[in-house]
C-alpha cells in the first residue's frame, strides 16, 4: 500500500453505531483498492463539526443531530469550500430537496447498502483526485506545474501543440497522444484529432462544435457525437 490520498475524511453522526460502520466501510474500500486509508476524523454533533479547523475533503453528514441539523451544517461548510464532497447519510427521504440545493454529492439512506457505498466512495476519491491532481507543462521556456481542473483544452495547430488554461495558454513540447496518457480519462474528452476537452469547463455543445469556459471553442466530430453525450451526462452526474 505505498500509494495514499493526501486527504482527510469527517464523518459527523450522534449514532455511535453509525459512526464505527463509515468507518469500518472507508477503511475497508482504500484496503480493497490497495490505497493507504487517509485521515478519518469523528464529529457527533454539527457544533464541533463547525469548530473544527482540520481540512474536509470528503464529509459523511446526518441530517437529523441534537442541535444544529445536518442541512444548515453543510450550507455553511458548502460556502467555505465549494470543493467539499458532501455525502449526506440519513433514514429521512424527506430532506432530499434540502440538501441538494448545496450541491450534495451524493444522499446515501439507512440502514447502509455496502456495495452502493463502496460504488460512490470510488466516484469521491476519483473526483478528488481529478480536482487535486497536478499536470507539468513543458514548453521550451520552462516548466509550468498546474492543476489538471486549470486545463480547459488541448490543441493540435498544425505541428504545434497549445494547451489552453485558465491561466494563459502554453505551447507544449509534447504531443497530442502524451496529454491522452497523462490527462484523467475520466474528464477529459477527444473531441477531434485535434482537440481533447475538460468536461469541467464545457458550457455548451451541439453536433459540431463544443463551447468552453473563456469563449474557447472545440470541434466535436460527428462520428462522436453520441460518445461524447454519453461521457459528458456520466461526468456530470459523477460531480452532482
Given at each position: ?51 473544527d479547523n482540520g481540512e474536509k475533503d470528503i464529509l459523511m453528514l446526518d441530517i437529523e443531530m441534537p442541535g444544529l ?99 494563459c495558454d502554453f505551447e507544449s513540447i509534447h504531443n497530442m497522444q502524451y496529454w491522452l496518457n497523462t490527462l484523467p ?56
Amino acid at each position: 500500500m505505498g500509494e495514499i490520498y493526501d486527504m482527510r475524511i469527517v464523518i459527523c453522526d450522534d449514532d455511535s453505531l453509525m459512526l464505527e460502520q463509515l468507518q469500518d466501510y472507508i477503511k475497508e474500500f482504500f484496503e480493497n483498492i490497495h490505497v493507504e486509508c487517509p485521515e478519518i476524523a469523528c464529529f457527533t454533533d454539527g457544533e464541533s463539526l463547525l469548530e473544527d479547523n482540520g481540512e474536509k475533503d470528503i464529509l459523511m453528514l446526518d441530517i437529523e443531530m441534537p442541535g444544529l441539523d445536518g442541512i444548515y451544517v453543510g450550507k455553511e461548510l458548502k460556502r467555505k469550500n465549494e470543493n467539499l464532497i458532501i455525502f449526506i447519510v440519513t433514514s429521512y427521504p424527506e430532506y432530499l430537496d434540502d440538501a441538494m440545493r448545496f450541491s450534495v454529492f451524493r444522499y446515501l439512506s439507512k440502514p447502509l447498502d455496502r456495495q452502493r457505498f463502496f460504488r460512490n466512495m470510488k466516484d469521491s476519491a476519483d473526483l478528488y483526485h481529478t480536482r487535486t491532481v497536478k499536470v507539468a507543462i513543458e514548453t521550451k521556456q520552462g516548466v509550468h506545474t498546474l492543476s489538471a481542473s486549470s486545463v480547459i483544452a488541448v490543441e493540435a495547430q498544425q505541428r504545434k501543440v497549445i494547451v489552453h488554461t485558465l491561466r494563459c495558454d502554453f505551447e507544449s513540447i509534447h504531443n497530442m497522444q502524451y496529454w491522452l496518457n497523462t490527462l484523467p480519462g475520466n474528464c477529459f474528452f477527444q473531441t477531434h484529432r485535434s482537440f481533447m476537452i475538460n468536461f469541467s469547463h464545457v458550457t455548451d455543445f451541439d453536433r459540431t462544435l463544443v463551447h468552453m469556459s473563456g469563449g474557447f471553442s472545440a470541434y466535436l466530430t460527428k462520428r462522436k457525437y453520441h460518445a461524447f453525450k454519453k461521457a459528458y451526462l456520466l461526468y456530470l452526474e459523477s460531480t452532482r
